[in-house]
């Protein structure tokens, strides 16, 4: 798959709420995932695909999302970024927040190798 058409299911999987299912398919065995800082017990960086599949499961386990927006996607050649707005609330504190990030992936070979996030400073 080209670089735009590993953005365009990603987008439309995400969408869909099929954030497992777009890990499932469209990323490398041996990706490297990337957030600013540590996320509850997971560490800032994370390698495979069974790495990222665990962060999601603990992420949408530990929060309601009650909407979900994605804008792009953006693409340059080997890479494409994903804007991507939360309103969720965190089960554990009760806490609702918005939460507004830009998420940057490369591709290799049809499928992410990487994915780097970007959050909004207030």
Known sequence: MTTTEVAAQLLALCREGKHIEA???LY???VVSV???DLGPLARE?????AVMSKNVWWYGVNEVHSFTAAGPYVNRDSF????????TNQESGARMLFDEVALFTVV???IAREEYFYAVA
């Open 46 to 50: 994370l390698r495979g695909k069974e």
């Open 23 to 25: 890990v499932d398919t």
């Open 28 to 30: 490398a065995d041996d």
């Open 109 to 111: 070979d049809g499928k």
């Open 35 to 37: 957030e600013p800082e």
């Open 81 to 88: 970024a994903l804007q991507l707005t939360f309103d969720f």
